[in-house]
């Protein structure tokens, strides 16, 4: 069982940054992917950003060149840096990590935290 704290959202004007943090209570080392999901109100869940244990790495096409995804598998921490900040980015952050193999794998998510982006 791996639980998942999120931290880092909060009031940010546009324009400005965020970091999001996820730690696991448990080792994540192994874990198949690792990243965030977000739902704005009035909206279906979107991938953000994903983290493979191959190295790849994905973004949604809406934050490419503002976000970055690190991951780190010895602290089993995830966070996501958010530069330029638009208000379309507001939404509720929800940290995730995937573990198993890649077709049989669980998903365990975090409680979420609320970024607004507003002047």
């Known amino acids: 069982q791996v639980q998942l704290v999120e931290s880092g959202g909060g009031l940010v004007q546009p324009g400005g940054s965020l970091r999001l943090s996820c730690a696991a209570s448990g080792s994540i080392f192994s874990a198949l992917a690792m990243g965030w999901y977000r739902r704005a109100p009035g909206k279906q869940r979107e991938l953000v950003a994903r983290a493979k244990r191959d190295g790849s790495i994905t973004y949604v096409d809406s934050v490419k060149g503002r976000f970055t995804i690190s991951r780190d598998n010895a602290k089993s921490t995830v966070s996501l840096q958010m530069n330029s900040l638009k208000p379309e980015d507001t939404a509720v952050y929800y940290c995730?990590?995937?573990?198993?193999?890649?077709?049989?794998?669980?998903?365990?998510w975090g409680q979420g935290t609320q970024v607004t982006v507003s002047s």
């Open positions: 995730f990590v995937d573990l198993g193999s890649d077709y049989h794998f669980t998903t365990y």
